[in-house]
């Protein structure tokens, strides 16, 4: 037997490397084995549950759903956490209603989650999926899957910290900010390479301008009147360039971290009325899912230990200052439009943004 430890980074975990897998193989709608002590586990994501997959899961015998407390608290169940539904038959268009419909209702019993079951919610979450899984405990390994430890999982997020590294910089020019340059690292928690600009030569021994900009296809590149993402994003680089430089880390959190996929989910919802934190809701998420902790060891890397953050989001300055930053802030509001004046005002009332917002009564 060849040796091949030495073909994993140094500092990268075993634990690391297969929830990673484990992660690909979920995205990609295949099962994994997730264990934890003397239990074993398939986790399917319910997500992508087809005709085929639920034949095969009903053929194997006693499958449940797990759902986040979020999700069952819409479906009319009040719980402290997640829970456990029995699916006798595997029938796709009742899970398809319990995952997604925002009428659906529960008529069946809801069972507390153990651990490793928990396990396969954040799982998904860290995937980018809709924390809804498909589980049946086995009683013997299954040739094939993928496997993963409950306890990796737990542990992932924080570990990825520490792996995080600077791939490389180059200058690019940018509209307004010609001397700019793009840092990418990988590593950390999300899916993709991060990227930090660096727009002007900012003065890194006294507090920086920093921005932590968490990805907004949506806002950032098309424009979407429906946020202030792209907004603040382009007045951040012109104000960073017109004062001294600064540092911005555009962070791989599409969606409030929730993903692509759930935020156009999301708009639809949006789009019958529900507000933008209900909307999440009701696909099973808590109010904000980002985690920052990343974004610090990024400005670590960089050499920036005292930042001055253009925010109007208390967590985020909160995030940075437990990760033991100085931090003082800076307000950077984008543009309010007809569209997005709700949004600005839901994130002011529900989520503690420190935002201007004059809503305009139906008589104004
Ligand atoms: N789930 C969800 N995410 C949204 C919605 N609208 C925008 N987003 C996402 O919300 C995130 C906004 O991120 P940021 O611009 O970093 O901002 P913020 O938390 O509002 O804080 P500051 O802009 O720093 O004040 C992006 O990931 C967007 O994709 C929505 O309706 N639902
Ligand atoms: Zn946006």
Excluded at 61 to 73: F, H, T, V
Excluded at 117 to 142: F, K, S, T, W, Y
Excluded at 227 to 249: P, S, W, Y
């Amino acid at each position: 037997m060849h040796d091949i430890s030495g073909l994993f980074p140094a500092h990268e975990s075993l634990g690391a490397v297969s929830v990673e897998r484990a992660i690909a193989e979920l995205r990609a709608g295949r099962p994994v084995m997730l264990t934890e002590t003397a239990v074993r586990l398939l986790v399917y994501p319910a997500e992508q549950l087809d005709s085929h997959a639920a034949d095969s899961l009903a053929r194997i015998g006693g499958a449940r759903l797990i759902l986040s407390e979020q999700r069952l608290g819409r479906l009319g169940v009040e719980r402290d956490g997640p829970g456990l539904i029995a699916l006798p038959d595997v029938n796709l268009d009742r899970i398809s209603a319990l995952i997604l419909d925002e009428d659906a209702r529960i008529d069946s019993p809801v069972v507390p989650p153990i651990p490793a079951e928990e396990a396969a919610l954040d799982l998904l979450r860290l995937a980018h999926l809709l924390p809804a899984a498909l589980l049946i405990r086995l009683d013997a390994p299954v040739a094939g899957l993928n496997e993963v430890a409950g306890c990796d999982i737990r542990a992932f997020r924080a570990r990825k910290i520490t792996s995080l590294r600077l791939i490389g910089r180059a200058p690019v020019p940018l509209e307004g900010a010609p001397h700019s340059e793009i840092a990418v690292f990988r590593g950390g928690e999300g899916l993709r390479d991060q990227a930090a600009v660096i727009v002007g030569e900012p003065d890194l021994s006294g507090p920086v301008h920093v921005r932590l900009h968490s990805a907004c296809l949506t806002g950032d590149l098309f424009g979407s009147l429906k946020c202030d993402c792209g907004d603040q994003l382009r007045h951040t680089v012109k104000f960073m360039a017109e004062n001294g430089g600064g540092v911005i880390l555009y962070l791989d959190q599409e969606g409030r971290g929730n993903g692509l996929a759930t935020k156009i989910r999301a708009y639809g919802l949006q789009a019958k009325g529900y507000d933008t934190y209900d909307a999440d809701e009701i696909l099973g998420f808590g109010l904000d899912q980002r985690r920052f902790g990343y974004a610090a060891r990024m400005l670590d890397l960089l050499g920036v230990t005292r930042v001055r953050l253009m925010t109007n989001n208390p967590k985020k300055i909160e995030a940075l200052r437990a990760a033991g930053l100085e931090v003082s802030d800076q307000r950077i509001q984008g543009r309010p439009t007809p569209h997005n004046i709700h949004y600005l005002a839901t994130k002011r009332d529900r989520a503690g943004h420190l935002l201007d917002v004059d809503v305009p009564t139906a008589e104004d």
